[in-house]
T-cell receptor, first 111, second 114 residues
Framework: QKEVEQNSGPLSVPEGAIASLNCTYS??????FFWYRQYSGKSPELIMS????GDKEDGRFTAQLNKASQYVSLLIRDSQPSDSATYLC???????????FGTGTQLKVEL | DAGITQSPRHKVTETGTPVTLRCHQT?????MYWYRQDPGHGLRLIHY???????DKGEVSDGYSVSRSKTEDFLLTLESATSSQTSVYFC?????????????FGPGTRLLVL
């Protein structure tokens, strides 16, 4: 079992719709959770971080964390073609200094 | 954007030659990391540093060595490059005392080993 799992996609959504990206993790001691966006040929860019159960909103992005079920999700409202990218989920264990990344979900926002 | 640069940005080399990649930061962050990214594998940690001259191995460290003689510089050396080391290499930095472990990435180096 992979430590951090994501559906590779592609996930296709129409422009203006809500895109929902999911991530599950295996280490119950995980403490910090991150979503990175990576455009083709570019480096990962942090878009959201979340540390406690519940929702965290930042503009069109909402991160949701459920530690009991060991999943973290990212919602993108009013999806735009510019949101087309690969989204990486990353998890940090309690007390650790390393991140474990999922393999990413490719999102395609279609006109 | 975090002040992270990587050099070179692109490199083509031959099997068996040594290669050194450089990561330079202007943020004075304590932690620095080297990752490789390959299709189907995502980002995998090669080595990391938690201070000057303090380094440790990641999950894919075989064939790689690192050095950190200054806070701002972290070097990754492929001692004898192989075709399996063809990849995109990313450096990242972190300051655990803030942001709870958030890592910021450099622009990457594309390495082709022929």
């Amino acid at each position: 079992q992979k430590e951090v799992e994501q559906n590779s996609g592609p996930l296709s959504v129409p422009e203006g719709a809500i895109a929902s990206l999911n991530c599950t993790y295996s280490d119950r001691g995980s403490q910090s959770f991150f979503w990175y966006r990576q455009y083709s040929g570019k480096s990962p860019e942090l878009i959201m971080s979340i540390y406690s159960n519940g929702d965290k909103e930042d503009g069109r992005f909402t991160a949701q964390l459920n530690k009991a079920s060991q999943y973290v999700s990212l919602l993108i409202r009013d999806s735009q073609p510019s949101d087309s990218a690969t989204y990486l989920c990353a998890v940090k264990a309690r007390g650790g200094n390393k991140l474990t990344f999922g393999t990413g979900t490719q999102l395609k926002v279609e006109l | 954007d975090a002040g992270i640069t990587q050099s070179p940005r692109h490199k083509v080399t031959e099997t068996g030659t040594p290669v050194t990649l450089r990561c330079h930061q202007t943020e004075n962050h304590r932690y620095m990391y080297w990752y490789r990214q390959d299709p189907g594998h995502g980002l995998r940690l090669i080595h990391y540093s938690y201070g000057v001259k303090d380094t440790d191995k990641g999950e894919v460290s075989d064939g790689y060595s690192v050095s950190r003689s200054k806070t701002e510089d972290f070097l990754l050396t492929l001692e004898s490059a192989t075709s399996s080391q063809t990849s995109v290499y990313f450096c990242a930095i972190s300051e655990l005392s803030s942001g709870r472990g958030t890592q910021y990435f450099g622009p990457g180096t594309r390495l082709l080993v022929l």
